[in-house]
């Protein structure tokens, strides 16, 4: 999950989803599996589909990355 810009809160959550090879799945099923699961403050405003994660040599998830990815 990476902070996204909000007009009113500054910034909320996104998650970026990368889905296994054959699944299917979309925001609202997301959102619906988590309600009731996890605090409603927790719950990404907003999903991102990609096909991989931007990762380094040791395999840690480059969020500054995402964050550009967002912004292009």
Do not use: C
Request: charged residues 30%; without cysteine; positive net charge.
């Amino acid at each position: 999950m990476i902070g996204v810009p909000d007009e009113k809160w500054g910034e909320v959550g996104q998650a970026v989803v990368v889905l296994r090879t054959g699944d299917t799945a979309d925001a609202e099923e997301l959102h619906g599996f988590l309600l009731g699961r996890i605090a409603k403050y927790k719950i990404p405003k907003t999903y991102r589909f990609v096909a991989e994660l931007p990762r380094n040599a040791v395999g840690k998830i480059l969020k500054n990355r995402l964050r550009q990815e967002r912004s292009v």
